[in-house]
DNA sequence: AAATTCTCCTGAAGGC
DNA sequence: TGCCTTCAGGAGAATT
């Protein structure tokens, strides 16, 4: 499952790749993905020149002077650059093709999406609610702690509410709640201002960490090479129940919130 | 407004 | 080449 670090070390593994490239073509293969890929991505599209690649949460934006493919990889999706003449394996949906080479994306699952927007990119409907990003100033424990005044969500969804702040996945979400000694189901509105301001600290450690060994996977981003997998990361409590805690030996327990499971330490976390 | 539930899909894992 | 059931998960949409 692509979390944001896995987003961001594609991103910067396919911009050198892409930037100042023009689509000569798009295949896709199967429209079928989360949302029905339309024709107009390939009509708008094709022949315009990418002038550079962003992230917004966990999508991914290939800026050109018409308009903007937002790409979202869901939870089994991939890019990677290939040589154009690669045949297609079965769950390689859609090919944007730059002369000789393709992006290529590859969505078991089919949860991921394509769009194309014309408007400015931050006006499309699926970019415009999100709130702010993780790893910016912006979102620190007093963003944290303002949101949250007299609410009784659970903390762990609080967190992963996009509309909050986009992007902390399930798997980044437990960990942070264990490194700040959060209980998943405190409530949010019950959460002093220095617990948030030690969370954020360690939602953006967490990711940056991420993000750092993802640096090591971006030498080769073509052929093969091109995923940057997922990462490696020592995780503390994530699919871990049972297991004795790091810090105190007692046993991990999972929970479920929101049909999502939540992992954490009874002791260490309150 | 806030919170909860539903939904898409298929590979993997587990039971028999 | 075993078959069937269950589950995971991002996040928008629908519902309460």
């Given at each position: 499952m692509p979390e944001l670090p896995e987003v961001e070390t594609t991103c910067?593994?396919?911009?050198?790749?892409?930037?100042?490239?023009?689509?000569?073509?798009?295949?896709?293969r199967n429209p079928h993905l989360r949302w029905l890929v339309t024709k107009r991505l390939e009509k708008e599209l094709?022949?315009?020149?990418?002038?550079?690649?962003?992230?917004?949460?966990?999508?991914?934006?290939?800026?050109?002077d018409t308009g903007t493919a937002i790409l979202h990889l869901g939870m089994s999706g991939s890019?990677?650059?290939?040589?154009?003449?690669?045949?297609?394996?079965?769950?390689d949906h859609?090919?944007?093709?730059?002369?000789?080479?393709?992006?290529?994306?590859?969505?078991?699952?089919?949860?991921?999406?394509?769009?194309?927007?014309?408007?400015?990119?931050?006006?499309?409907?699926?970019?415009?609610?999100?709130?702010c990003e993780p790893l910016s100033e912006e979102f620190n424990g007093d963003y944290l702690y303002l949101r949250s005044r007299q609410r009784r969500v659970a903390v762990k969804q609080f967190i992963m509410n996009s509309h909050l702040v986009a992007g902390i996945g399930n798997i980044y979400a437990s960990e942070a709640l264990y490194m700040a000694g959060i209980h998943p189901k405190r409530a949010a509105g019950k959460i002093s201002r220095n617990k948030y301001r030690l969370l954020a600290e360690v939602i953006k450690e967490v990711l940056n960490d991420a993000i750092g060994q993802g640096g090591t996977t971006l030498r080769d981003f073509v052929n093969g090479e091109g995923k940057p997998g997922y990462f490696r990361q020592h995780l503390n409590v994530y699919g871990k129940a049972g297991e004795p805690c790091i810090s105190c030996r007692v046993p991990i327990r999972e929970i479920r919130q929101g049909q999502r499971s939540s992992f954490y330490c009874p002791k260490c976390q309150k």
């Amino acid at each position: 499952m692509p979390e944001l670090p896995e987003v961001e070390t594609t991103c910067r593994g396919i911009a050198p790749h892409i930037t100042g490239q023009r689509v000569s073509r798009v295949i896709v293969r199967n429209p079928h993905l989360r949302w029905l890929v339309t024709k107009r991505l390939e009509k708008e599209l094709t022949g315009q020149t990418i002038h550079s690649v962003t992230r917004r949460a966990k999508y991914l934006l290939l800026n050109t002077d018409t308009g903007t493919a937002i790409l979202h990889l869901g939870m089994s999706g991939s890019l990677k650059i290939i040589t154009a003449t690669e045949p297609p394996g079965k769950h390689d949906h859609v090919d944007i093709v730059f002369g000789r080479s393709s992006l290529r994306l590859t969505d078991p699952r089919r949860f991921g999406s394509v769009h194309w927007t014309r408007r400015p990119v931050m006006q499309h409907r699926l970019i415009r609610p999100l709130g702010c990003e993780p790893l910016s100033e912006e979102f620190n424990g007093d963003y944290l702690y303002l949101r949250s005044r007299q609410r009784r969500v659970a903390v762990k969804q609080f967190i992963m509410n996009s509309h909050l702040v986009a992007g902390i996945g399930n798997i980044y979400a437990s960990e942070a709640l264990y490194m700040a000694g959060i209980h998943p189901k405190r409530a949010a509105g019950k959460i002093s201002r220095n617990k948030y301001r030690l969370l954020a600290e360690v939602i953006k450690e967490v990711l940056n960490d991420a993000i750092g060994q993802g640096g090591t996977t971006l030498r080769d981003f073509v052929n093969g090479e091109g995923k940057p997998g997922y990462f490696r990361q020592h995780l503390n409590v994530y699919g871990k129940a049972g297991e004795p805690c790091i810090s105190c030996r007692v046993p991990i327990r999972e929970i479920r919130q929101g049909q999502r499971s939540s992992f954490y330490c009874p002791k260490c976390q309150k």
